[in-house]
């Protein structure tokens, strides 16, 4: 079994931390290129250099690592941090002292399926329990906010575009509400020991919305999901990801996915980014374009990002989003995977939309 060591970083493991910052984010994601040390390989800032750093290695070399920026009561945390999490909704009842972001969170490619993503979350948490931390914030791109809820965090605001990014899901962490902790079977609730206090939870969760910003298939209202199911299954020009499909069926392979809620000009996807979704648009439109110029509008029902999901290929192109309001169906690989382990007549049929899309658009990349 791997040996898997965590611990705050020195200063020479500091740097480890930030030239790992700088393969994934300007080699494998192509972005924040402008912010780096491109002669050192080295990726940091102000934000990064003020955090506490966790240095991650599995079997003596160095795989991982996550920074906590804590807050300040002196100062407000970076503009857009403040902005995106919207710390000033929590100041009549924290100060920001007792708030901590987690930043950063990194893991080498090879090491994205081990215990180390999780382990290091753990060493993390247990910094900020032990140091009095009550709201822990951080950001997730949609495909990830499954596992993120699964530990406890929460998705409180609406999504907000991180340049370079393309759509971020904010979340927090409300550390003393263990009993949250107990409902959802939070593997982090054995590391929680001590911090339990209900009526400040209470106090802290009085300040979330009622209804997440961020819906599951599951969330939908009946006449809502009706419409989905309507819109998905239908027959069109361009082939959709479920055409063809049963109300059944589409329930089947939809369980609780993720339903997202973007506004005009709101970037989904950046070009030349490693992420692996695709999306089915439910309201509104997607354009696509490249170095500006408008390729394709992406309609109800259709779907993008076929390339990344099934190739595990960089993106070819920037998406945004187009109306009032753009709701997004995001389909991952873990969904993918879901359904090939459960039902893999299911995903066949699936996956020959998929192919049938990816067709057309070489055939007619200019009408898709």
């Known amino acids: 079994m791997a040996e898997i060591v965590i611990s705050l970083a020195n200063e020479q493991q500091r740097e480890e931390c930030y ?4 393969e994934i984010f300007c080699g494998e ?20 250099e003020a955090a506490h ?42 100060p920001r002292s007792k708030m901590a972001i987690n930043i950063r969170f990194l893991v080498r490619p090879e090491y994205r399926s081990s215990q180390l993503p999780f382990k290091l979350m753990v060493e993390a948490a247990k910094f900020q329990f032990s140091t009095g931390m009550k709201l822990i914030f951080c950001d997730c791109q949609p495909h990830l906010l499954n596992l993120y809820q699964g530990i406890g965090f929460r998705p409180y605001a609406p999504v907000f575009e991180q340049p370079g990014f393309g759509v971020m899901v904010p979340l927090v ?9 107990r409902n959802i079977r939070s593997p982090m609730i054995r590391y929680a020991k001590g911090i339990d206090d209900p009526a400040e939870a209470a106090r802290l969760v009085a300040l979330l919305p009622e209804q997440s910003p961020v819906l599951t298939t599951t969330d939908l209202e009946r006449a809502s999901w009706a419409e989905t199911v309507g819109l998905l299954s239908q027959a069109r020009e361009r082939t959709g990801a479920f055409e063809g499909f049963t109300e059944e069926e589409i329930k089947a392979f939809l369980d609780r996915g ?32 490249l170095e500006g110029k408008l390729l394709a509008q992406i309609g109800e029902g259709e779907l993008f990002g076929e390339f990344a999901l099934l190739l595990a290929t960089k993106r070819t192109a920037d998406v945004y989003a187009k109306g ?16 090939l382990d459960g039902n893999a007549a299911l995903a066949a049929k699936f996956l020959l939309n998929l192919s049938k899309s990816l067709a057309l658009r070489l055939i007619n990349p200019a009408g898709r």
């Not at 994601?29 to 990064?48: Q, S, V, W």
């Not at 000009?265 to 980014?273: C, L, P, R, S, T």
């Not at 009032?324 to 359904?339: G, K, N, S, W």
């Open 19 to 22: 030239r790992l910052a700088y």
């Open 173 to 181: 962490y409300v550390a003393p509400d263990v009993a949250h902790l």
């Open 324 to 339: 009032e309001r753009v709701r997004l169906l995001v389909l991952d690989e873990r969904t993918l995977q879901r359904l």
């Open 53 to 94: 750093v966790f240095h991650g290695q599995v079997d003596g070399e160095m795989a991982g690592t996550i920074g906590i920026l804590v807050g300040n009561d002196e100062q407000p945390f970076p503009e857009h941090f403040e902005h995106g999490f919207d710390i000033s909704r929590f100041l009549p009842v924290v």
């Open 258 to 289: 993720q339903v997202l809620d973007c506004i005009d000009g709101q970037q989904i996807v950046v070009k030349g980014h490693g992420t692996r979704s695709a999306y089915v648009v439910l309201e509104g439109l997607a354009e696509v374009r």
């Open 29 to 48: 994601m192509g972005t924040m290129r402008e912010d780096a040390d491109h002669e050192k390989g080295l990726l940091r800032d102000a934000a990064i």
